[in-house]
């Protein structure tokens, strides 16, 4: 066995939390300039002298990387947890993990957590952060990925249906949960259904303010005059998403051209008061793809296909094509375009980055707005950060012009055998400023940042490989290998070196059998979650034992959780790099029998 000198288990995160929580101190202490108290975000009146930023968030790994990233940066935060998928009116949340399953929210057996491994709670609790948290309720249904309006329309005009729905959603905000209310996004509700709407957020407002509970409602920029009242008047307060001018559904165009926004704000500020108002501000974009134009043919404009992009999605693509990232027009969206000649195809990118979240916050505050919120976290261009807490700073243009690459990793190639080929690049823009050096009126991309390139190889599709983690485990090991041994099959065991320290006997009988044994740790960790001389030493306890005990040295290595499939983000793919150059090569798994 290993000399205990090697194993110091009880002593193995002291240093690391003891140098981190002075920085984390220092920087809870550093609240931005846009808060002047103290208070809690909820209590605060909207658009007053005190700024407030949200942000949406979804259960996707880039999501969760941005919020680890700027949790001190965001005071409310919009999950998007809850759905409302039939007539019925029950409230349902889906599983995060593949296959994706819906289950009742609230059932006889009480109400059930909708924070996947309470990743949110962690995040804001570790950051000691003030974050109020308001679950989004909406009409979307994540199996069939389709909004459906017709089932709210159907849901309100049922008294019982409607009555269910509003004690759900009581019983869920009453349950002990760190929730400070609720979000609802019903889109696309029939029009002869919106007054029973309105109606019926009124009936919610009114029972959640009782219990010091607060309701915010998505609302579309082309809402009429009337929706907008009546529903800024019957709750807390809207959020006008002031994005999507042009979308899936639409031709190409700008997905928020800035006279489109302004006139937006102009218009709803006429009838909503500010405090309630908070104003959305998108960072994503699409690309459409039209047939090629044909010599001696008619042009046509018909949309082929749309793809939704995150703004690191939009910058690679232009990347690829060789394009030149710029603003159009007087639109001021960022926009490119590129011929695929192969599939005969013309594809428009337009999308929102940086420099339009700046003409965007800048136009908001001249308009008296001081609360916006992001769609959405993990989609956005990273140097909106640097301007998100002070836009109006006479230095925020300038910094724009360093960009830092999106959450996730550029993946190619197919298989589960894992190589870093790249590491991330930091991209550069130059900007242009108007005559009163408040609006950027083009920006040039001379440099395009890059995540993390991962190249993929070793599929075969007439070929299978066996493999099992978290082992040797004393009673399922001995049977996984006399099944192995009957058929006369090899497998690569992904050992635990934790585990294999108790379990001796069983590590040899790999080796004695001929499998092929991998490093997958000491104690099973995240690996994006602890910090790299921690990485180091979980290898290297791992190795020492296959060199005390079986005389070999590992070759290969599976990230334990969930990168074992393959890193998905940049913070994910960072301790892969490192084990990299570390001299193994990086198992992933695609088909887990999970």
Not at 277 to 284: A, F
Not at 566 to 586: S, V
Request: glycine fraction near 6%; hydrophobic fraction near 35%; include cysteine.
């Amino acid at each position: 066995t290993l000399p205990e000198l090697l194993l110091p288990i009880q002593k193995r995160n002291y240093k690391a939390l003891k140098e981190r929580q002075p920085a984390l101190a220092r920087r809870v202490a550093q609240r931005p300039p846009r808060r002047k108290t103290r208070r809690h975000p909820v209590d605060i009146v909207l658009n007053q002298d005190e700024g407030l930023r949200a942000a949406f968030y979804e259960n996707d790994e880039q999501d969760y990387s941005a919020l680890k990233a700027h949790i001190h940066q965001i005071d409310m935060l919009f999950p998007d947890w809850l759905h409302v998928v039939a007539p019925d009116g029950n409230l349902i949340a889906s599983t995060s993990l593949f296959p994706v399953r819906l289950y009742n929210v609230v059932d006889a057996a009480g109400v059930h957590g909708v924070d996947p491994e309470n990743r949110v709670k962690n995040v804001i609790e570790a950051a000691k952060e003030d974050t109020d948290v308001f679950p989004m309720v909406n009409d979307y249904n994540v199996l069939t990925q389709e909004w459906n309006g017709e089932v709210i329309g159907k849901m309100l005009r049922d008294p019982v249906a409607r009555e269910r729905l509003h004690l759900q959603i009581d019983k869920f905000l009453s349950a002990g949960l760190p929730y400070r209310g609720i979000c609802l996004d019903f889109e696309q509700v029939p029009e002869e259904d919106e007054k029973l709407y309105v109606e019926w957020v009124g009936e919610l407002h009114q029972d959640l303010n009782a219990k010091k509970l607060k309701i915010y409602v998505n609302v579309q920029a082309s809402a009429d005059d009337a929706f907008l009242k009546l529903m800024a008047r019957n709750s807390d307060g809207i959020i006008l998403m002031n994005y999507d001018e042009h979308e899936e559904t639409s031709d190409p165009g700008p997905v928020a051209s800035e006279p489109w926004f302004e006139a937006n704000l102009t218009r709803v500020l006429r009838l909503v008061p500010k405090e309630k108002l908070i104003c959305g501000i998108g960072n994503y974009g699409f690309d459409w793809a039209v047939p090629l134009p044909e010599k001696g043919k008619k042009v046509s404009n018909k949309v082929v296909d749309v793809d939704d992009l995150t703004v690191q999605d939009a910058w690679q693509r232009a990347a690829d094509a060789g394009a030149d990232v710029h603003l159009e027009g007087d639109e001021l969206n960022p926009h490119f375009a590129y011929d695929d000649e192969d599939a005969h195809l013309r594809h428009q990118v337009w999308f929102l980055d940086g420099v339009t979240a700046l003409n965007e916050l800048r136009s908001g505050r001249q308009m008296g707005l001081r609360t916006f919120a992001l769609w959405r976290l993990g989609e956005e261009d990273p140097s909106l950060w640097q301007i998100w807490d002070h836009p109006s700073a006479a230095d925020a243009p300038q910094q724009l012009r360093t960009v830092p690459p999106g959450e996730n990793v550029d993946t190619e190639g197919e298989g589960d055998i894992l190589r870093i080929v790249a590491p991330p690049q930091t991209g550069e823009r130059t900007i242009q400023m108007d005559a009163d050096n408040v609006t950027v009126t083009d920006e040039d991309m001379t440099r395009l940042p890059h995540s993390y390139v991962i190249q993929q190889y070793g599929y075969d599709p007439h070929k299978l490989a066996l493999t099992f983690d978290d082992g040797p485990d004393p009673v399922w090991t001995p049977k996984i290998l006399a099944v192995l041994k009957q058929y006369n099959v090899h497998a690569s065991f992904m050992v635990i070196g934790e585990e294999a320290q108790n379990n001796i006997g069983l590590l040899k009988q790999y080796i004695r059998d001929g499998h092929e044994i991998a490093n997958h740790t000491y104690t099973h960790p995240d690996i994006s979650d602890i910090p790299p001389f921690e990485l180091q030493e979980e290898l290297n306890w791992t190795e020492r034992l296959f060199a005390a005990e079986l005389g070999i040295q590992p070759l290969y290595f599976r990230p334990p959780y969930s990168i074992d499939q393959e890193p998905d983000t940049n913070d994910e793919a960072a301790p892969a790099y490192r084990i990299q150059h570390m001299g193994y090569t990086i198992i992933g798994n695609k088909i887990d029998t999970d």
